[in-house]
């Protein structure tokens, strides 16, 4: 566990650097660098004190390049680490020292190689004897030890570095880590390899994660990810204190990585060494385009390699099995066929290995479900947030199951334990813990199946059970358990189109539509035409005209939206009259990134309008199916996911072209029931669209009194307070940190969701308090309304975005009567108006916010407009909360025909009085 004094001086010394040093890879670097220094100084020291002598600063002899007879000479002593801090060395000498000595450390005949690694090509990027003499004294206060305290402050320091883009690289999440490797299960007698090992993360969580399995406090078996994560501190100590002398070195001979960056290398060597790896075996090399190390297997391989080629792509050897010049390709395809006869492998891989309908991303996919493959977890997009949004997968391969089991087990991540916004914040719900048991239940289920002979002839749904016998048992209570996030199919189901497609949805929505209650009809068969849209060209388009319409004017509600129309001329339309838009019509987005595709809507009433390429209208058969039932249905399962799997994917677009709709299979009731359900689903409506009235036209109305003062904001409050109010404060004092996604707009609660050190956010953040009024100043987040008042800020102090105007109210205003008056649309014309800069950069100035004039009526009548205000927006929340009830209640009559689950709302019991999210006014 990383405590706070090992943390502090790690962000001392990157503050000291950072002047100099900008790139937080290049502050690591001298970090690393420095501390190795310092260790091997003190190693030098307890070899003293023991009786011997030093080792690493001691002088050596070379031969006389002049003399071969002779020797020259080295004097190494000068650079100990008390050499360079005598009272007569100078900064400047102090400077000259270091860098001769850190540039000369790999020639040092009585240095280990290990260290002489870390030391290659290693010099001083910057000449400011101050700022080395600074930095030098801040890493004097870390002691050589082996404890985990210095392990841990690495990694911490590493996951300052963060991304490393340009090569498709980025650092995995420390949960995500643990996960993996608690999934896979390394044991202490296996061969482990990364071959891709970056920072060395996976490798010392399963170093961690076998310690554990040998701990002898660990009488709840924990594993990595429930060590790591399911404890503030953790619940104990002496990991491996079960393996012996001999097994603990083996464990360590067992472990090694590779990598191409000798960066990486160094850094990995330094982790390694923290962690108790006295000769870590990490090897500077190319896994793709070397053969050096071919014929080395291992028996577990865990990786997250680089998802980007260079341009031009990999140029491999010869020996793969599968052709590419795609890096993820070949790295799935080199762990693979590196596994040992009972080999087991967990893999991050991006999307494009799921699904990807290249020759070479087939044949990988059919290699691994027929050979390697057991189970397949999707992530949801954002885990890499905030270097990539990048959508990814965990392959998990086991050799053994793989050989008797005919069935992949797909298991769907909806929630990781954290947002997946750019500030990954922990949340509640974390399904994590969960798919790792059920993932060791389907492996007990299927090694069951291996010992006992044979294995089942027929898909296992883990979603709905089914079958007899202990083997089909042991699945049906790991569906009882986790149903809803994972599923079995069979390998024949996978390969039978020759796609080998890995994307779980694609199979688990197939297997929904036999749960469904009424028969199942292709579109093609209870409609008139399918019809797609035009393309405009440059000369059609105009400022007004006919409407054209668009993907975007499909709402992800799935209704009509005049919103950001775009035109094209009369003459032009008149060669497209055949494309206008009906009554009835159904209208869905067939072409746009595969996430939206799918999207529909209903044409509520005749348009004169045309329709684009990436829009298709459906006219059909009012004898079979009903408009708004189509269109809801069609909406619904785009809302599922459905055509995520069911689209062709191009580079950054996909499709569904008009045979592949007219095949989808819909459930189809008598059109009388059709009838009933459409009734229904426009009653929820009615009730909706009602509520969405209240909602968006309710404005806090303040009749101002002539009589009231008025007076310049800056009169009343204090703008952006002096964080000198803070000097009292200790450095280590937790406070609350807003970024600007955590502030609202039009709300005026907020929720201070992270917590942080006053030290890390006391430069270049800003400061308020308990009911400050936060404003943001820049566009376009001023104009959309972000503001609001601080409320529950740990040890009532808050720290937040930079773009920030804080306002503190005197005696003579509430909080609340600021925030009424900086959020109306006269207020933010009139910042607009004002604002300084160009382009998004655009600022409302502090002078224009100052002398802003507001009405000023006694603090006892501001607080009775206030209270009225409250009392008005318990209604309009109670609106809003209509609003997604009954949203709900129309995904739920939809699903209702699939025969699928309904899903009620939290909290669906209407309590007009209970506590509201508000725009206005403080919690009661």
């Known amino acids: 566990m990383l405590d706070t004094t090992t943390k502090k001086r790690i962000d001392d010394c990157r503050d000291i650097l950072v002047g100099k040093l900008p790139d937080p890879k290049a502050q690591i670097e001298q970090i690393t660098i420095g501390l190795i220094y310092k260790f091997m100084d003190d190693m030098d020291k307890e070899a003293v004190e023991l009786g011997g002598t030093p080792k690493f600063f001691s002088n050596y002899t ?47 005949p009585n240095i280990p190689q290990l260290f002489r690694d870390i030391f290659n090509n290693a010099y001083l990027p910057y000449r400011d004897p101050e700022t080395l003499k600074l930095f030098l004294k801040t890493i004097g206060e870390f002691e050589y030890t082996h404890s985990e305290k210095l392990g841990d402050a690495f990694e911490y320091l590493l996951s300052v570095m963060g991304s490393q883009g340009d090569a498709g690289q980025f650092r995995t999440p420390r949960h995500i880590i643990d996960f993996l490797v608690a999934a896979v299960d390394p044991d202490k007698t296996d061969t482990l390899l990364d071959p891709a090992c970056g920072t060395s993360g996976f490798l010392i969580s399963a170093y961690k994660h076998i310690l554990l399995k040998d701990t002898r406090t660990n009488k709840e078996n924990l594993n990595i990810f429930q060590y790591n994560n399911n404890y503030k501190s953790k619940p104990f100590n002496n990991l ?51 053969e050096d190390r071919w014929n080395e297997s291992y028996d577990v391989i865990l990786a997250n390699p680089p998802f980007m080629s260079p341009k031009g792509g990999i140029r491999p050897h010869k020996r793969f099995t599968i052709q590419s010049k795609r890096s993820e390709v070949l ?43 057991y189970a397949v977890v999707s992530l949801p997009a ?96 790991v569906q009882h358990d986790y149903g809803s996030m994972a599923h079995a199919v069979l390998k024949s189901e996978i390969g039978k189109n020759g796609e080998y497609n890995l994307s779980g949805e694609r199979y688990k929505v197939n297997e929904n539509l036999k749960n469904a209650i009424f028969e199942f009809v292709e579109i093609g068969k209870i409609v008139n035409e399918i019809k797609s849209g035009f393309a405009c060209g440059r000369e059609g388009q105009a400022d007004f005209g006919v409407p054209h319409i668009r993907p975007m004017n499909i709402t992800e509600k799935g209704t009509f939206d005049w919103t950001n129309t775009k035109y094209i001329t009369e003459d032009y339309f008149s060669k497209y009259k055949e494309y206008t838009l009906m009554q009835n019509d159904v209208l869905f987005n067939n072409t746009n990134s595969k996430e939206l595709i799918g999207k529909t809507c209903i044409i509520e009433e005749n348009l004169h309008c045309g329709f684009s390429n990436h829009m298709t209208r459906i006219r059909v058969n009012r004898e079979k199916v009903i408009p708004k039932y189509l269109s809801s249905i069609l909406h619904y399962m785009w809302y599922m996911g459905v055509f995520l799997d069911k689209c062709n994917k191009w580079v950054g677009q996909a499709g569904i072209n008009n045979k592949m709709l007219s095949q989808i299979q819909i459930p189809l009731p008598h059109v009388s029931v059709q009838s009933a359900i459409v009734s229904e689903i426009e009653s929820y409506q009615k009730i909706i669209d009602g509520a969405k009235q209240v909602v968006e036209n309710y404005k806090p109305n303040i009749d101002i009194d002539p009589d009231w003062e008025m007076v310049e904001l800056g009169e009343v409050c204090e703008i952006n307070p002096k964080k000198s109010e803070l000097q009292p404060y200790p450095d280590n004092l937790e406070v609350s940190f807003v970024p600007m996604a955590n502030l609202n ?31 943001a100043k820049v566009t376009p987040c001023f104009e959309n309304g972000k503001a609001g008042i601080a409320k529950g800020l740990k040890n009532g102090i808050g720290f937040g975005s930079s773009e920030y105007y804080v306002f503190r109210p005197n005696d003579k205003i509430l909080s609340t009567w600021i925030y009424l008056n900086i959020i109306t649309n006269g207020f933010k014309e009139k910042g607009k108006l004002n604002m300084t800069g160009t382009g998004g950069l655009q600022r409302v100035p502090k002078d224009f916010v100052i002398s802003t004039l507001i009405p000023l009526p006694p603090v006892k009548i501001q607080q009775q407009i206030i209270s009225q205000i409250e009392k008005e927006q318990e209604l309009v929340n109670a609106n809003k909360q209509l609003i997604e009830i009954f949203e709900q209640k129309i995904k739920d009559r939809i699903a209702k025909v699939w025969g699928e689950e309904q899903h009620p709302v939290q909290g669906q019991e209407l309590n007009l009085a209970a506590e509201q999210e508000g725009y206005y006014g403080t919690k009661k």
């Open 62 to 108: 070379i031969p006389d390049p002049k003399n071969s007879e002779q020797e020259i000479m080295v004097e190494f002593e000068k650079y100990s680490w008390d050499r360079l801090f005598d009272s007569k060395v100078t900064a400047a000498e102090m400077l000259k020292l270091y860098s001769e000595a850190i540039e000369g450390m790999e020639k040092n």
């Open 240 to 290: 491996g204190d079960g393996l012996t002398p001999d097994e603990r070195k083996k464990l360590i001979n067992n472990i090694s990585g590779y990598d191409i960056s000798p960066d990486m290398v160094r850094l990995s060597l330094v982790n390694l060494y923290l962690h108790g790896f006295s000769n870590p075996h990490i090897n500077e090399y190319d896994t793709l385009s070397s």
């Open 331 to 373: 790295f799935v395809d080199y762990i693979a066929e590196h596994l040992n006869p009972r080999g087991r492998a967990g893999i991050i891989v991006p999307e494009g290995v799921i699904f990807q309908s290249g020759t070479a991303y087939k044949d990988l996919r059919k290699m691994l479900v027929e050979n390697y493959l």
């Open 382 to 477: 954002g885990v890499f947030n905030p270097y990539s949004g990048v959508k990814t997968s965990i392959l998990l391969m086991d050799k053994e199951i793989a050989k008797t089991s005919d069935e992949i087990l797909f298991v769907k991540i909806d929630n990781d334990g954290y947002n997946l916004g750019a500030q990954r914040t922990a949340v509640k719900g974390g399904q994590l813990e969960e798919a790792i048991e059920l993932l060791k239940q389907f492996k007990a289920a299927k090694s069951h199946t291996e010992h006992h002979g044979g294995h089942p002839d027929r898909h296992t749904e883990l979603v709905s059970g089914s079958g007899s016998g202990s083997d089909d048992e042991m699945l049906k209570q």
């Open 745 to 775: 707009e039009n709300q005026i609660d907020f929720v201070p969701k992270q917590i942080k050190l006053l030290r890390e956010v006391v430069k270049g953040y800003t400061y308020f308090r308990e009911d400050d009024v936060l404003l």
